[in-house]
């Protein structure tokens, strides 16, 4: 039996107890509260919190409109599932799409009145429910530094080199 050390286990950096117990802590959290925003917004929209975004992305677009590839880009999510999530929004007369006039591949996502109208009458409620899950919860020393913290983590993950995997890219 070879008793020889592995040198790349030697190399691996494990959690510390107190890294884990953050880590678990923000894992536990986050679930929550998707979960909890999810349920807000399916008991008074009928709809997911990725569709709840999606509106709100329109409504603060231009001419409440954008082309899909971008749409996607906000949402951090694939072009698989963001055309599944315009769909649904479609059938609801919440969305429409449209061509683009000078990409003949492009599309264009539009919030219709409807749609508005929906997110009109949701965001009282959302922002209410996100309010008392999470800032509620907080002094405003720790909302800022929980604000600090996210955007550090975020520049991080967010890669500026061309070809990278991203979401929206798929």
Known sequence: MNTAPDPAAAQHRWLTDEEQRVWRAYLHATTLLEDHLDRQLQRDAGMPHIYYGLLVGL?????????????????????????????????????????????????????TDEGHEVLRRTAPGHVTAVRQALF???????????????????EGLQPDEAGADLPWLR
Do not use: Y
């Open 59 to 111: 409504a603060e677009a231009p001419r409440r409109r954008l082309r899909m590839t971008e749409l996607a880009m906000q949402a951090k999510i694939t072009r698989s599932r963001l055309s599944h999530a315009i769909a649904r929004l479609e059938k609801n007369g919440w969305v429409r799409r449209e061509d683009c006039p000078s990409d003949k591949r492009g599309q264009f996502a539009v919030l």
């Open 136 to 154: 509620e919860r907080l002094s405003p020393e720790q909302q800022k530094a929980l604000g600090e913290i996210m955007e550090i983590v975020a």
